[in-house]
């Protein structure tokens, strides 16, 4: 059973930077692209940023240039690394990780960033 839990949200000022972590447990981390999804009060929940297994990279435009996504597989840990922040960019987010070969997904809890002065 592959279980993920992010951590690292919270209250940042306009221009600020976050890092958020997804821990997974589960030997199918290393066969899988991870992805950060987020989802904002009132909207659909929205893809933002893709690593494939072979650390292949893909961003919203909306977040392209200041946002990071990194894995590390002896760890099993997703990252999301959020510079210049907006106040557009609060969400809840969540971590997904997609198995490759059966596209089962699997989910985070989610945890809350706020952008705000």
């Known amino acids: 059973q592959v279980q993920l839990v992010e951590s690292g949200g919270g209250l940042v000022p306009p221009g600020g930077s976050l890092r958020l972590s997804c821990a997974a447990s589960?030997?199918?981390?290393?066969?899988?692209?991870l992805n950060w999804y987020r989802q904002a009060p009132g909207k659909q929940r929205e893809s933002v940023a893709t690593?494939?297994?072979?650390?292949?990279?893909d961003y919203a435009s909306s977040v392209k240039g200041r946002f990071t996504i990194s894995r590390d597989n002896a760890k099993k840990m997703v990252y999301l690394q959020m510079n210049n922040l907006r106040p557009e960019d609060t969400a809840v987010y969540y971590c997904?990780?997609?198995?490759?070969?059966?596209?089962?997904?699997?989910w985070g809890q989610g945890t809350q960033v706020t952008v705000s002065s």
């Open positions: 690593i494939t297994t072979e650390s292949w990279t």
């Open positions: 589960g030997y199918i981390f290393n066969f899988s692209e």
């Open positions: 997904n990780l997609r198995e490759i070969g059966s596209g089962i997904q699997y």
